[in-house]
C-alpha cells in the first residue's frame, strides 16, 4: 500500500496516480497540522467577540440574513450537511473519491479553515481505512462549492450516509462501529467547511489530466501505424520543417511520428513514389495533434494551481479576521476543461478521418475497405461506421458547460461554473476517443497484413504490429468486430499499448 503524507509541498496531478491504483495511506505532516491549529485557534478567538460570521451564526446563502443562536450552531451544522446531501446519479469510482478526500486535506493543511484538526484526522482515518464515501456524480454546478457531492461526503464522516467499504455498499455507522472508530461530531463552521470547495470538479479533473496523456501519446503512435500503412510519407515529419513552427507541441508530435518510424522497409519502399502530398489528416498530424498537446498542457497547469490553492468560505486569515469570499469557484476548473474537450474532440476527428482514407483503398496494396475479397467480404467498412458515430458525438459534448451558467440559491448562487459536468462529459469525450482510435488501429493493422507483411515495420510500430496480430484476427475474412474494437480500446486506455511502444522508442 503506497503512502503520502498531506504538506505544503506542490503536487501536480501526476502525484495523484497513486489514488487511483488502490488504497493508501495517509499522514498529517507537522506543518500541516500545526497550520490546521493555528487557524482554528483563530477561529475560536473570533467567535468569542460574537460578530456575524456567514454559516456560523448564519443561516446560509439567501438565509444568510437569518441569525442563529449560539446553542443551535451545532445542530446547524449537521443540518446543513444532511439538507446538502441531495446528489443523484452512479456514485464516483473510488480513484476520485479518494482524490476528493485528499484535496479537503490539502485545503486545511494551508490553515484559512479554522477547523479542528480532528476533522482532518478523521479523514485521514477513512483513507487508511479505505472507507469511501458513496458520493453521486451529478448534482453540483461547481459554485458556493460542490455542495451536493460534498454534502455526501461530509454526511459519511459523520456516520450517516452509505460507504463502499471491502468493495461492499454498506452504512456508514456500521462499518464505523465494526472498526470502533467514533463519527466526526460536527462544530461551528466544520459542516459548512466539509461541502465547500471545488475538490469535486478539481478530482475529476485530476481523473482526465491522467487519461488523457495516455490517448495523446497514444494518438501520435497510431497516426504512425496510419501513416506507415497507408503508404504516407514520413519526410514531413523531420525535425527540420517543424523548427519553424514556435509550438512545443507540435515538435514533440512529429519528433514521436519521425521516431516511430526509423528503419520502416514499409517507408522505404515507396520513397520515390512520385506522390506530391498526403491528405491533412496525415501530413498535419503534427500541427493538429500538436496544438491539443499545447491545450492540454495549459490546462494541466490551470488544475496543478487549483490543486495546490485553498478552496474555502469563508477564509480564516492570518490576522483572525473571517472573511467570505468566492474561492469555491470552479471557473477556472471549468474552462480549463471545456478548452481540453474541444482539444481532444480534434484528436478524434483527425482519428476517424484516417480511417476514412483507409476505406478508399490505395492501389497495388489493398483494396477499398481493407478486405481480401471485395464484395464477397465488406471488410472494415463498418468498423468505420461507429468512429463516425462517436466523432459527431463528441461535437456535441464538446459545448462549452462553463458559459452555460444556470441561476441557482433564489439569485444568490448568479453565476456557476457547471465544472462538475465539464469534466464528466470530457471523460465520456476521452472514452469515444479511445474507441475511434482503436478502430484507426483495427484498420491500419489489417491494411499491415494484407499489403505490408513481407515488409519490415518501423522500429516503433514494429512492436504495435506485432502485438495486433496477437490480438486481431486479420486472416479470417469477414467477422463480428465488436469484440476486438473492445480489446484494443483497453490496450489503448489501459497504457499498455504505450509501454509497448517504449520498449524500443522513448515517447515525448
Known amino acids: 500500500m503506497n503512502s503520502v503524507t498531506v504538506g505544503l509541498n506542490k503536487l501536480s496531478f501526476s502525484n495523484f496516480k497513486v489514488f487511483f491504483n488502490g488504497p493508501v495511506t495517509v499522514s498529517l505532516s507537522e506543518e500541516a497540522r500545526n497550520n490546521i491549529l493555528k487557524s482554528h485557534n483563530r477561529f475560536l478567538e ?212 519521425y521516431n516511430l518510424l526509423q528503419q520502416s522497409e514499409i517507408v522505404n519502399s515507396h520513397f520515390d513514389c512520385g506522390k506530391v502530398q498526403d491528405p491533412y489528416s496525415f501530413r498535419c498530424i503534427p500541427h493538429v495533434h500538436g496544438a491539443c498537446r499545447d491545450i492540454f498542457y495549459n490546462a494541466s497547469k490551470i488544475i496543478n494551481n487549483e490543486i495546490n490553492s485553498v478552496s474555502d468560505n469563508p477564509l480564516v486569515m492570518k490576522d483572525g479576521s473571517v472573511v467570505s469570499s468566492g474561492h469555491f469557484h470552479a471557473e477556472h476548473v471549468a474552462q480549463a476543461l471545456d478548452s481540453v474537450s474541444i482539444a481532444f474532440c480534434e484528436l478524434g476527428a483527425i482519428s476517424e478521418r484516417r480511417t476514412h482514407y483507409f476505406m478508399k483503398g490505395v492501389e497495388g496494396r489493398f483494396p477499398p475497405f481493407v478486405t481480401t475479397n471485395p464484395g464477397l467480404e465488406s471488410g472494415y467498412m463498418i468498423a468505420h461506421v461507429p468512429a463516425t458515430a462517436l466523432a459527431s458525438e463528441n461535437k456535441t459534448l464538446a459545448h462549452p458547460a462553463s458559459i452555460d451558467s444556470i441561476n441557482s440559491s433564489a439569485g444568490q448562487e448568479d453565476l456557476v461554473s457547471m465544472a462538475p459536468w465539464a469534466g464528466l462529459k470530457l471523460l465520456q469525450i476521452q472514452d469515444n476517443i479511445a474507441t475511434i482510435l482503436a478502430i484507426e488501429l483495427l484498420v491500419s493493422g489489417a491494411a499491415n497484413f494484407i499489403g505490408c507483411l513481407s515488409m519490415n515495420p518501423g522500429k516503433g510500430t514494429r512492436k504495435v504490429i506485432e502485438s495486433l496480430s496477437k490480438k486481431c484476427s486479420f486472416d479470417s475474412g469477414d467477422r463480428p468486430l465488436s469484440n476486438e474494437i473492445k480489446i484494443l480500446k483497453n490496450y489503448i486506455k489501459s497504457g499498455n499499448l504505450l509501454t509497448t511502444v517504449e520498449q524500443n522508442i522513448t515517447m515525448e
Open 46 to 257: 473570533k467567535l468569542k467577540t460574537k460578530d456575524i460570521i456567514y454559516g456560523v451564526n448564519t443561516g446560509f446563502g439567501k438565509l444568510s440574513n437569518v441569525l442563529i443562536d449560539e446553542k443551535n450552531q451545532k445542530q446547524l451544522q449537521k443540518n446543513l450537511v444532511r439538507s446538502h446531501a441531495s446528489g443523484t446519479g452512479d456514485a464516483f469510482e473510488h480513484g476520485i473519491v479518494r482524490t476528493i478526500l485528499y484535496l479537503k486535506l490539502l485545503t486545511y493543511a494551508k490553515g484559512y479553515s479554522g477547523v479542528r484538526v480532528e476533522v482532518a484526522e478523521k479523514i485521514i482515518e477513512f483513507l487508511n481505512n479505505d472507507i469511501l464515501p458513496v458520493i453521486p456524480e451529478k448534482g453540483s454546478v461547481g459554485a458556493s462549492g460542490d455542495l451536493a457531492p460534498m454534502g455526501h461526503m461530509a454526511l459519511a464522516l459523520i456516520g450517516e450516509n452509505d460507504v463502499y467499504y471491502k468493495n461492499k455498499i454498506c452504512k456508514s455507522r456500521d462499518v464505523l462501529n465494526r472498526l470502533n472508530i467514533e463519527p466526526l461530531e460536527l462544530h461551528p463552521k466544520e459542516g459548512l467547511s466539509l461541502i465547500n470547495g471545488t475538490q469535486v470538479s478539481t478530482a475529476i479533473a485530476i481523473k482526465v489530466l491522467l487519461e488523457g496523456e495516455t490517448l495523446i501519446k497514444s494518438s501520435d503512435i497510431i497516426g504512425a501505424v496510419s501513416v506507415e500503412n497507408s503508404f504516407s510519407s514520413m519526410q514531413v515529419f523531420q525535425k527540420e520543417i517543424h523548427e519553424a513552427k514556435m509550438h512545443p507541441g507540435q515538435r514533440k508530435s512529429a519528433k514521436n511520428v
